[in-house]
Nanobody, 124 residues
Framework: QVQLVESGGGSAQAGGSLRLSCAAS????????MGWFRQAPGKEREAVAA????????YYADSVQGRFTLSSDKAKKMLYLQMNTLHPEDTAMYYC?????????????????WGQGTQVTVSS
């Protein structure tokens, strides 16, 4: 089992920044991918960014490429998402997730463990 707890959400103006954090605990050594997903009201969940923990290669959705940066601190078992140049369409609940096998790195179905989410609201 892997437990994930997100923090850092809140409100920002368009063009502003927020940093999300995800604290992992439990059998974290079993995680192959760690990622961030988001879901806006009335929309399907979508991938934001993910990292392959073996070699720290990061993957980003096209919609956030160049604006968001995913990083991790393995010693602290933390995952971060630095979000810059926020757009109103970035408004969503953001979830941290962990996958224990290699499959679709930006596919939600691949992920086994999920946090409760943290809300991000961007106003224009």
């Amino acid at each position: 089992q892997v437990q994930l707890v997100e923090s850092g959400g809140g409100s920002a103006q368009a063009g502003g920044s927020l940093r999300l954090s995800c604290a992992a605990s439990g059998h974290t050594d079993s995680a192959v991918y760690m990622g961030w997903f988001r879901q806006a009201p009335g929309k399907e969940r979508e991938a934001v960014a993910a990292i392959y923990v073996i070699d720290d290669i990061t993957y980003y959705a096209d919609s956030v490429q160049g604006r968001f940066t995913l990083s991790s601190d393995k010693a602290k078992k933390m995952l971060y998402l630095q979000m810059n140049t926020l757009h109103p369409e970035d408004t969503a609940m953001y979830y941290c997730a962990a996958a224990i096998r290699r499959c679709g790195v930006l596919e939600g179905w691949c992920y086994n463990y999920w946090g409760q989410g943290t809300q991000v609201t961007v106003s224009s």
